[in-house]
């Protein structure tokens, strides 16, 4: 890809550009690596520790399913809070009186 801000560099600089650039990716492709190794040992782990102990994974799941319910009812209640507001006259028409149509 051709960026034109190099252009005032000599062919030198450039190349150092190019090295630095490659090495960077170079080490942000090695922390990926790694992260996705750290996070597969965390997954490994996790697993065993709830087919070693069945009442843990038994809370884990109730505590899981206490939040989705709580999100649930977070959305319904904000889906609901967005109902009421359409009916009355938006924020936005307040400032665009035409918006509406009113």
């Not at 560099?9 to 690596?33: D, G, K």
């Not at 799941?61 to 319904?76: K, P, R, Y």
């Amino acid at each position: 890809m051709y960026n034109g801000e190099y252009d005032n560099l000599s062919f030198e600089e450039q190349l150092y550009l190019t090295e630095e650039e490659m090495r960077r990716r170079h080490n942000q492709q090695m922390f990926l690596r790694r992260n996705a190794q750290l996070l597969q040992q965390e997954l490994s782990f996790e697993a065993e520790l709830l087919e070693d102990n069945p009442e843990f994974a038994q809370t884990i799941h109730a505590f899981n399913m206490q939040e989705i319910q709580s999100n649930q009812q977070g959305l319904q209640n904000i889906l609901g809070s967005e109902e009421s507001a359409s009916k009355e006259q938006s924020v936005w028409s307040k400032f665009f009186p035409g918006l509406n149509g009113r």
